[in-house]
């Protein structure tokens, strides 16, 4: 293991433990309003035909806010309560973001997505990569065990592009301005400027989830 590896591990130890810390105060007893704390998405966004309330995250690999957000958010990921998913939605802005977005997909098409995800995110801050090209994510593919000619079929395929048309018209219909950004249920919108703080916005989305739990039961 590398020194800046094992940096950025011990980085996101401390960083999970203080948001464990600072989640643990339930945000059901605490009242969110509309257009003050979060948004109000009309129309609302179709997240697919589901039992479960869908939480969104908005993100990109390059942004540092997502950086450091995404400890906090898997250690938010473990106190969700039954009946809950959490999905990655990349946000696209140009070709760059596109390409990191199609990184994504292939990731999760490959089963690989919970060794490519903090390490592409690892990549970029830890390691300074800009991750510009095609050939350059297949290199980190590669480094990190996946095999090149999976990687060639997967990057290509109609599926992927598919779904990053997809995550590309998700983003637009929620009107999201920057990452991250948390969507529930395909209803509300939390943003950090709203909610206050990063750590504000899983208790915004706490509250959301149990506003929509209430309603489905």
């Keep these: 293991m590398t020194e800046s590896v094992r940096r950025y591990l011990l980085s996101q130890v401390a960083i999970i433990a203080i948001a464990l810390m600072g989640l643990s105060a339930s945000a059901q007893s605490q009242t969110y309003e509309a257009g003050t704390h979060y948004d109000v998405i009309k129309p609302a966004v179709r997240v697919g035909a589901s039992d479960e309330v869908v939480v969104t995250e908005f993100f990109w690999y390059g942004c540092g806010h997502c950086y450091t ?3 906090m958010l898997e ?8 009946g809950v998913k ?3 939605s990349p946000a696209m802005w ?7 977005a199609k990184a994504y997909y292939v990731a999760e098409a490959l089963g690989v997505l919970d060794t490519l995800h903090p390490a592409i995110f690892n990549a970029m801050h830890v390691q300074r990569l800009r991750l510009g090209t095609p050939s350059s994510v297949r290199e980190l593919f590669v480094t990190n065990g996946v095999s090149g000619e999976k990687f060639d079929k997967a990057f290509d395929s109609f599926g992927i592009n598919s779904q990053v048309r997809q995550a590309d018209a998700r983003a637009r219909s929620a009107k999201i301005t920057g990452t991250p950004s948390l969507m529930v249920n395909g209803k509300y919108l939390i943003s ?3 909610a206050g703080s990063q750590a504000n916005m899983l208790k ?3 509250f959301l ?3 929509e739990l209430a309603t489905a039961g």
Excluded: C, R
């Excluded at 250690?75 to 039954?82: F, R």
């Excluded at 140009?94 to 990191?100: C, D, R, S």
């Design 86 to 88: 959490l999905q990655g």
């Design 209 to 211: 989830i149990q506003k």
């Design 75 to 82: 250690a938010w990921k473990t106190t969700l309560p039954e």
């Design 69 to 71: 957000f995404e400890p």
């Design 204 to 206: 915004v989305a706490d």
């Design 94 to 100: 140009n070709g760059a973001m596109q390409l990191h």
């Design 192 to 194: 950090a400027s709203k």
